[in-house]
């Protein structure tokens, strides 16, 4: 019953996170209790529409204060909450996915969203026929859950809306109202129908998150980590002394006392667990993504499910975040990866302006001091390149895990890369890229008989990388020498790592590090205590090394060393596809 319970509490996603929760709750009095977890099925926006909506989430709580619609993310509910047994979720899975498949030809290219408002409530109502073939897609997963899963399901038969405020004072409707009209519906946007589960012990509790690490000091208290979620029933408080409240760790499963400054109020909904989603694509292309169970399918390939966005649903990924981890990335693909060493003349103008001669060649190219042929030893990405950023971005947000600083080599590709991860996490604002030089790659590798020239901090801020000019690096950029030895090449990279863990003493999280191929063997080795390769073996592994790929690794605090783990995100893999030439097709050519 417990491998079940844990199963269905993390979302059903690997044995090693199953493995982990049971370990956490061998103390939790109700392990052994048959109580099932509760499930909805929402169609959630994703892209554009989506930012704009938490956008308006965000200026109408600071304008209008926080009113009933904070307490979920936007949404369209197609199935109230229902129970099901632990043994029979994976029924739930198939049931979405088969709905999502049969409706996947006829849902609607674009959902009509009307804005809605009154005294109490404003949100988007779905208008036309396109709300009768999600209510349709609703009845089909409830029909099919019935039958594969014996649950018994309600889909939503009523208006079908986007909630945007609701119960809030009559005097800030107007406010409301202008802000909700910044939200157009017309933008584009993917539906996900999303299956979440909750504990339903706890649906009518506070939620709190703990802000800094408790250690009990009585045998009734509860021990806090930065990150848990406790579940406090108001209406139980009176054994709790001023200051102090009773509730019970998700975390944990156990039951205590804690001081409530260590806390803050945060949504029912952070403690959701996102199962499983089906993706409606409705881009202007003939793709489609479903990601239907636990091998969910795109365009008829197998891949595993996506994982939980938000910081509040990331209770799956706990230990992974409550350890400190490093996570060494390969750059995108360079341009000169694709167009060779004479990239650079393919896209120069006699008089030494940049010009596009093919779509995989970057947009621009950023302001150098010594102009565009410094460029040559110091490629940009290629346009792919970019892509495979933002893909790797995107998929590291999917995973829920927590960036907390991020370290790059300073080529510009490697810069370049660090940028549009950033971006997908949402974080290029937030979080500053250092810059260490001492991760750059093996001078021995690089052409020439001096180091390339690469690009200063200014001229990476001018160029809008939001680089810190506050860190101090292992090693200047200055100290870089040419044509080092393989010694002196894998002891920089080993000082340079050590430097960057010891830069975060506290940052309990991931610490990404963006580099070279030859980085995820230079710079986790030493973490990992092991000897450097043979410096043949060497070029022979860094060889097979592919864009964005990468090697995790964790502390481990008990044993006293780091451990090499699974990464995150799987890896990138696709084909090459070749130049084209239309005059070939012309008859005589």
Same mark, same amino acid.
């Not at 939001?466 to 100290?479: E, I, K």
């Given at each position: 019953?417990?491998?079940?319970?844990?199963?269905?509490?993390?979302?059903?996603?690997?044995?090693?996170?199953?493995?982990?929760?049971?370990?956490?709750?061998?103390?939790?009095?109700?392990?052994?209790?048959?109580?099932?977890?509760?499930?909805?099925? =929402?169609?959630?926006?994703?892209?554009?529409?989506?930012?704009?909506? @938490?956008?308006?989430?965000?200026?109408?709580?600071?304008?209008?204060?926080?009113? +009933?619609?904070?307490?979920?993310?936007?949404?369209?509910?197609?199935?109230?909450?229902?129970?099901?047994?632990?043994?029979?979720?994976?029924?739930?899975?198939?049931?979405?996915?088969?709905?999502?498949?049969?409706?996947?030809?006829?849902?609607?290219?674009?959902?009509?969203?009307?804005?809605?408002?009154?005294?109490?409530?404003?949100?988007?109502?779905?208008?036309?026929?396109?709300?009768?073939?999600?209510?349709?897609?609703?009845?089909?997963?409830?029909?099919?859950?019935?039958?594969?899963?014996?649950?018994?399901?309600?889909?939503?038969?009523?208006?079908?809306?986007?909630?945007?405020?609701?119960? =809030?004072?009559?005097?800030? @409707?107007?406010?409301? /109202?202008?802000?909700? &009209?910044?939200?157009?519906?017309?933008?584009?946007? @993917?539906?996900?129908?999303?299956?979440?589960?909750?504990?339903?012990?706890?649906?009518?509790?506070?939620?709190?998150?703990?802000?800094?690490?408790?250690?009990?000091?009585?045998?009734?208290?509860?021990?806090?980590?930065?990150?848990?979620? %406790?579940?406090?029933?108001?209406?139980? @408080?009176?054994?709790?002394?001023?200051?102090?409240?009773?509730?019970?760790?998700? &975390?944990?499963?156990?039951?205590?006392?804690?001081?409530?400054?260590?806390?803050? +109020?945060?949504?029912?909904?952070?403690?959701?667990?996102?199962?499983?989603?089906?993706? =409606?694509?409705?881009?202007?292309?003939?793709?489609?993504?479903?990601?239907?169970?636990?091998?969910?399918?795109?365009?008829?390939?197998?891949?595993?499910?996506?994982?939980?966005?938000?910081?509040?649903?990331?209770?799956?990924?706990?230990?992974?975040?409550?350890?400190?981890?490093?996570?060494?990335? +390969?750059?995108?693909?360079?341009?000169?990866?694709?167009?060779?060493?004479?990239?650079?003349?393919?896209?120069?103008? *006699?008089?030494?302006?940049?010009? &596009?001669?093919?779509?995989?060649?970057?947009?621009?190219?950023? &302001?150098?001091?010594?102009?565009?042929?410094? =460029?040559?030893?110091?490629?940009?990405?290629?346009?792919?390149? %970019?892509?495979?950023?933002?893909?790797?971005?995107?998929?590291?947000?999917?995973?829920?895990?927590?960036?907390?600083?991020?370290?790059?080599?300073?080529?510009?590709?490697?810069?370049?890369?660090?940028?549009?991860?950033?971006?997908?996490?949402?974080?290029?604002?937030?979080?500053?890229?250092?810059?260490?030089?001492?991760?750059?790659?093996?001078?021995?590798? /690089?052409?020439?008989?001096?180091? *390339?020239?690469?690009?200063?901090?200014?001229?990476?801020?001018?160029?809008?990388?939001?680089?810190?000019?506050?860190?101090?690096?292992?090693?200047?950029?200055?100290?870089?020498?040419?044509?080092?030895?393989?010694?002196?090449?894998?002891?920089?990279?080993?000082?340079?790592?050590?430097?960057?863990?010891?830069?975060? *003493?506290?940052?309990?999280?991931?610490?990404? %590090?963006?580099?070279?191929?030859?980085?995820?063997?230079?710079?986790?080795?030493?973490?990992?205590?092991?000897?450097?390769?043979?410096?043949?073996?060497?070029?022979?592994?860094?060889?097979?090394?592919?864009?964005?790929?990468?090697?995790?690794? /964790?502390?481990?605090?008990?044993?006293?060393?780091?451990?090499?783990?699974?990464?995150?995100?799987?890896?990138?893999?696709?084909?090459?596809?070749?130049?084209?030439?239309?005059?070939?097709? %012309?008859?005589?050519?």
């Amino acid at each position: 019953m417990g491998r079940l319970k844990a199963l269905a509490a993390t979302g059903r996603k690997t044995a090693e996170e199953a493995a982990e929760w049971l370990h956490c709750h061998c103390h939790d009095p109700s392990l052994d209790d048959p109580i099932p977890q509760e499930y909805a099925l =929402f169609l959630c926006p994703t892209g554009h529409l989506l930012e704009k909506l @938490q956008e308006f989430w965000r200026e109408s709580k600071r304008q209008c204060t926080k009113n +009933r619609a904070h307490e979920v993310f936007p949404h369209i509910t197609l199935c109230d909450f229902f129970t099901c047994e632990d043994q029979k979720v994976e029924g739930l899975y198939e049931a979405l996915r088969r709905a999502g498949d049969r409706m996947l030809g006829s849902f609607p290219s674009a959902v009509p969203l009307a804005l809605h408002s009154s005294v109490s409530y404003l949100g988007f109502f779905v208008t036309d026929s396109p709300a009768d073939v999600i209510r349709e897609f609703a009845m089909m997963f409830a029909t099919e859950a019935a039958i594969l899963a014996d649950c018994t399901v309600k889909p939503c038969t009523k208006q079908l809306h986007l909630t945007l405020a609701h119960k =809030f004072y009559p005097h800030h @409707q107007r406010t409301l /109202e202008q802000l909700a &009209r910044a939200v157009h519906p017309g933008l584009r946007c @993917q539906w996900t129908a999303t299956l979440y589960s909750r504990d339903m012990r706890f649906v009518h509790y506070q939620t709190l998150r703990a802000l800094f690490q408790y250690k009990p000091q009585n045998v009734d208290e509860l021990t806090l980590t930065p990150g848990d979620h %406790i579940f406090v029933d108001p209406t139980q @408080q009176e054994e709790a002394s001023e200051g102090w409240v009773i509730g019970v760790s998700q &975390r944990t499963g156990c039951r205590g006392f804690l001081p409530e400054n260590y806390t803050e +109020r945060v949504r029912e909904c952070d403690t959701w667990v996102k199962h499983r989603t089906y993706t =409606f694509s409705l881009a202007m292309d003939l793709n489609s993504r479903k990601d239907g169970d636990a091998s969910g399918r795109r365009n008829g390939e197998v891949h595993p499910p996506q994982r939980p966005r938000s910081i509040g649903s990331m209770q799956a990924l706990q230990a992974t975040i409550m350890r400190k981890s490093v996570l060494v990335v +390969r750059h995108g693909e360079r341009v000169d990866q694709i167009f060779g060493k004479s990239w650079l003349q393919q896209c120069s103008t *006699p008089d030494g302006k940049y010009y &596009r001669p093919d779509l995989n060649f970057p947009c621009s190219l950023p &302001r150098r001091g010594n102009g565009i042929k410094d =460029f040559e030893n110091d490629p940009p990405l290629s346009s792919c390149g %970019i892509f495979q950023s933002r893909m790797a971005g995107e998929a590291l947000l999917d995973s829920g895990i927590q960036i907390t600083s991020i370290f790059t080599s300073p080529a510009l590709r490697c810069v370049q890369t660090a940028k549009h991860i950033l971006e997908e996490l949402k974080l290029e604002k937030k979080m500053k890229i250092r810059v260490e030089p001492g991760i750059y790659e093996w001078t021995k590798w /690089e052409a020439g008989k001096s180091t *390339p020239t690469l690009m200063t901090l200014d001229e990476l801020k001018e160029a809008n990388f939001n680089v810190s000019t506050d860190y101090r690096p292992a090693f200047p950029l200055a100290s870089l020498m040419p044509a080092e030895s393989y010694d002196e090449y894998v002891d920089r990279c080993a000082v340079s790592v050590e430097h960057i863990v010891s830069s975060c *003493p506290q940052d309990l999280g991931v610490t990404l %590090i963006v580099g070279h191929g030859s980085a995820l063997d230079s710079c986790i080795r030493p973490l990992l205590g092991l000897p450097p390769r043979d410096s043949a073996d060497f070029a022979q592994l860094v060889r097979k090394i592919p864009s964005l790929g990468m090697c995790f690794c /964790e502390e481990n605090k008990e044993a006293g060393r780091w451990e090499l783990v699974a990464p995150p995100v799987k890896t990138l893999t696709h084909g090459s596809n070749s130049a084209f030439n239309w005059r070939n097709w %012309i008859p005589g050519n």
